[in-house]
């Protein structure tokens, strides 16, 4: 009821930012590139189908780890999917976090994609994590929650740690630190002056200087509005040159090293209280062609 009330008091908002026949922050391009030769990583996944309390349902991609230390939910790009991700989230897999990831109504491969537009697509996230947060304090209870995300699905994360648009306050506590790759930017009718001045979660953006989606983000910087306007406090930012909206996929093996090391120590030194892996945090240095900023 309370998801239903929100969709419609976002209704005209949402206009504004994501049209109902432009793939708004479209990650189209992040499909898999080998559909032809199975992805075992894919392939390994458990599927959980959830509820929503508008009867839809949620497709649940599960990965558990061998020796699981904390779990990451996850949230894909507008129009993308989490099978389009695999190359960081096994290496989360390996590193100790199951990866829960649900399959948004936005996505080109859900059934009932074409039975939704764009507008629909905020609500029904909301309602997809929120659901599917709720899937894993029941299932793991007392594991460490991360929340991960890539351009909408970076929102998504955001605010789950506690930022505020115009659907109003939604952060959930047990979020302990949040990674963000590229972001939503600056969607006009949705991010608010103050929308990340209650994101006090650690919380890692990952963004280049070439980041840019066509009507919606045309300047790079506007990748930056998380770190920048959130309180200082465990927020740190790397920008990679000449890197664009699909970096986590298509990085250079130097720069995807980089990444798998910032985001894994990320998660286990603000996710699990990992003191080596903070003090590995604490050391990093950024690299030819990476800007690395802390607040």
Request: glycine share 8%.
């Amino acid at each position: 009821m309370i998801i239903r009330r929100t969709f419609a008091s976002l209704a005209l908002a949402l206009s504004l930012a994501l049209s109902p026949t432009t793939p708004a922050l479209a990650q189209a391009a992040l499909t898999p590139t080998t559909a032809s030769a199975p992805n075992p990583f894919v392939a390994a996944a458990s599927h959980v189908e959830l509820s929503a309390p508008d009867g839809r349902k949620i497709d649940v991609s599960v990965w558990p780890a061998a020796d699981e230390r904390g779990v990451v939910i996850f949230s894909h790009g507008f129009n993308g999917s989490p099978a389009a991700y695999t190359r960081i989230l096994s290496h989360w897999v390996d590193e100790g976090f199951t990866v829960v990831a649900p399959l948004h109504v936005d996505s080109l491969r859900h059934p009932d994609h074409a039975a939704y537009d764009g507008q629909a697509a905020f609500a029904t996230r909301i309602a997809d994590l929120a659901v599917t947060r709720g899937f894993i304090k029941a299932t793991r209870a007392g594991k460490p929650l991360i929340a991960a995300g890539h351009s909408f699905g970076s929102l998504m994360s955001f605010i789950g740690g506690g930022a505020v648009t115009v659907a109003g306050p939604l952060g959930d506590p047990d979020i302990k630190a949040i990674v963000a790759f590229s972001s939503a930017g600056d969607l006009q009718g949705v991010i608010l002056p103050d929308t990340y001045a209650a994101l006090r979660a650690p919380a890692l953006m990952i963004t280049g200087d070439a980041d840019l989606v066509p009507r919606y983000v045309t300047d790079w910087h506007a990748h930056r509005s998380p770190f920048d306007r959130s309180p200082p406090g465990d927020k740190m930012l790397l920008v990679f040159a000449g890197a664009d909206h699909s970096l986590v996929r298509n990085a250079e093996a130097a720069d995807f090293d980089l990444i798998e090391r910032a985001t894994t120590d990320f998660m286990k030194a603000h996710g699990l209280g990992d003191a080596a892996a903070r003090a590995r945090l604490d050391a990093l240095s950024a690299t030819d062609g990476v800007s690395l900023e802390r607040r």
